[in-house]
């Protein structure tokens, strides 16, 4: 029985470059989009280009049946998802991402819906994987989460906590399942480089120039920290967390804001 994978929001960006990389190591891939043309579009692209078995998922949240249906079917391919990647997120911005949601005019169904989708939906998903691990006394789970966990940012504070949630989560999933052999772990990205971050431009919250390391996560950054902590590369880390956003957590404030003020001053004095 071939190692599989078993990727949620794969058809473009970081997820589709998480399904890559396991197809490139020769597992066979399950992927899910709300829209099943496109998910199982991605499949074939990743099947073709690896040589591995790949399909493809329709899902959307608030539909636990679904996920057991999902479940039910791979289990009658005669696979094992050994490994879930849980990508998929409501990023809590509303309709205009670099507006976000203003804490005074947000509803409370898209303050619940954020939480519905980044903790209640992602439950649901490894309960299912889960209990197939158990069976085989081994498995992985790897949520891709927020460095906003730890750093907020305006008007997302439905994103923020429920990534934060995601954390505690998934140290308590690691209790939880590490008697069974199921490791479950976190990637924590910063900013990344979608088609949604290029085409803000000038109203980007966050670029390369405010990191220690001088640039933000690629895909593939993001892909590679869920390969190690979802295959036997990892195979004694559970409850741990991997941040990758060019060490943008790690200082108290961006060192450009020093040569901002330094050139502020300098302009004040030739005045």
Request: glycine residues 10%; hydrophobic residues 40%; proline residues 2%.
């Amino acid at each position: 029985m071939n190692q599989s994978v078993f990727v949620t929001g794969a058809t473009n960006g970081t997820g589709y470059a998480i399904a890559n990389r396991y197809a490139r190591e020769g597992y066979d891939v399950f992927v899910t989009s709300r829209d099943g043309e496109r998910a199982q579009a991605a499949a074939d692209r990743i099947a073709a280009e690896h040589g591995v078995f790949a399909k493809g998922f329709a899902l959307d949240i608030r539909d636990e049946a679904r996920v057991i249906e999902i479940f039910n079917e791979i289990d009658t391919l005669d696979r094992f998802v050994e490994t879930v990647v849980l990508n998929a997120a409501d990023l809590g911005f509303g309709k205009d991402p670099a507006k976000g949601l203003d804490f005074f005019e947000q509803t409370t169904e898209e303050f619940s819906r954020v939480f519905e989708t980044n903790l209640v939906w992602n439950f649901t998903i490894v309960r299912q994987a889960a209990l197939r691990m158990r069976e085989h006394g081994k498995g992985a789970v790897v949520f891709i989460g927020s460095n906003t966990a730890y750093r907020a940012i305006p008007n997302r504070a439905a994103y923020c906590a429920s990534k934060g949630g995601m954390i505690a989560m998934a140290k308590a999933f690691a209790v939880d399942l590490g008697p069974y052999g199921i490791r479950v772990n976190i990637v924590l990205p910063g900013t990344i480089k979608t088609d949604r971050w290029m085409a803000m431009g000038d109203k980007q919250i966050v670029n390369g120039e405010l990191t220690p390391i001088g640039d933000i996560s690629d895909f593939e950054d993001i892909a590679n920290a869920a390969w190690y902590l979802g295959s036997d590369e990892s195979k004694n880390v559970t409850g741990a967390e991997i941040i990758v956003d060019g060490g943008m957590s790690c200082q108290l404030y961006p060192t450009k804001l020093n040569t901002w003020k330094k050139i502020a001053m300098h302009n004040k004095d030739v005045q």
